[in-house]
C-alpha cells in the first residue's frame, strides 16, 4: 500500500507567486515525522523541512512552510515568493522506523 | 566541506560487470543508508547500517552487498551487473534522534551497456 501520495505529477507557477504542493500519507503509528526534499536538475537531495506528528505549530523554514492537517494526513508544502530558481523535483517523504519512504515526487517549474 | 561524498559521479561500464560506490560522511551520524533512484525518479531504500551493523534490508538482491568498515563510511558492492540495475544510487546519513533529516550525497549514476 502506498504511504506518501503526491498527486501532482506536475506544476507550474509565476515567478513571485505561492504555491502548494500536495502530499498525504497513510500511517496506523500514533508517531511520526514528515520531510520535504528538493532536487534541482543537478541531482542533489536537499532538505528542506520537517513536521512532526506531536508538533502542535506547523514547520517553517524561511520561504517554506507546511500546511499540516492531522485528521486529514496531509502536509502540503508551501513555497511563497516563488523564484526561478525553485524549479525542481519536490518529494514528500514520511520517516518509518530509520528509512525515509518517498512519494513519487512533483515536479514544479517556475515561470518568469 | 562535504558532508556525506560518495564516488564515483559517473559509472559506466557492461552487463556481468562487478563495480563498487563508495560512501563517506563527516557529520559525525551513526545511521547511514544506500537508496536507488530509478528513471521515473521514484527513490526506494535498500540498506541502512547503524553504527556498523546492518538494520535494513528491502529485498535487494543478493548481488549488492554493502560493507561499513566503520561508521563513516558505507560501501556498495555489485555483482554480475544487469541492465535494470542502471539507476541513481543515493548514499545517506542521519543522526540518532526521530526528527533529524537524512542528509544525502551527489548520488551516483551507474548506467549499465
Known amino acids: 500500500a502506498q504511504k506518501i501520495t503526491q498527486t501532482q505529477p506536475g506544476m507550474f507557477v509565476q515567478e513571485k507567486e505561492a504555491v502548494t504542493l500536495d502530499c498525504t500519507y497513510d500511517?496506523?503509528?500514533?508517531?511520526?515525522?514528515l520531510f520535504w526534499y528538493k532536487q534541482p536538475s543537478s541531482g542533489e537531495m536537499i532538505f528542506l523541512i520537517y513536521?512532526?506528528?506531536?508538533?502542535?505549530q506547523n514547520a517553517t523554514e524561511g520561504r517554506y512552510s507546511l500546511n499540516f492537517q492531522k485528521a486529514r494526513k496531509s502536509a502540503n508544502l508551501v513555497i511563497s515568493a516563488s523564484q526561478l530558481g525553485d524549479s525542481a523535483m519536490y518529494f514528500c517523504?514520511?520517516?518509518?522506523?530509520?528509512?525515509?519512504?518517498f512519494g513519487a515526487g512533483t515536479i514544479l517549474r517556475v515561470k518568469s | 566541506d562535504t558532508a556525506v561524498s560518495q564516488t564515483p559521479k559517473y559509472l559506466v561500464t557492461q552487463m556481468g560487470n562487478d563495480k563498487s560506490i563508495k560512501c563517506e560522511q563527516n557529520?559525525?551520524?551513526?545511521?547511514m543508508y544506500w537508496y536507488k533512484q530509478d528513471s521515473k525518479k521514484f527513490l526506494k531504500i535498500m540498506f541502512s547500517?547503524?553504527?556498523?551493523?546492518?538494520?535494513i534490508n528491502e529485498t535487494v538482491p543478493n548481488r549488492f552487498s554493502p560493507k561499513s568498515p566503520d561508521k563513516a563510511h558505507l560501501n556498495l558492492h555489485i555483482n554480475s551487473l544487469e541492465l535494470g540495475d542502471s539507476a541513481v544510487y543515493f548514499c545517506?546519513?542521519?543522526?540518532?534522534?526521530?526528527?533529524?533529516?537524512?542528509?544525502f550525497g551527489d548520488g551516483t549514476r551507474l548506467s549499465i551497456l
Open positions: 500511517t496506523s503509528d500514533p508517531s511520526y515525522g
Open positions: 545517506a546519513s542521519s543522526g540518532g534522534q526521530y526528527n533529524q533529516p537524512q542528509h
Open positions: 513536521q512532526g506528528s506531536y508538533d502542535q
Open positions: 557529520l559525525g551520524h551513526d545511521t
Open positions: 547500517y547503524n553504527n556498523k551493523e546492518l538494520i
Open positions: 517523504a514520511m520517516r518509518e522506523g530509520n528509512k525515509l519512504v
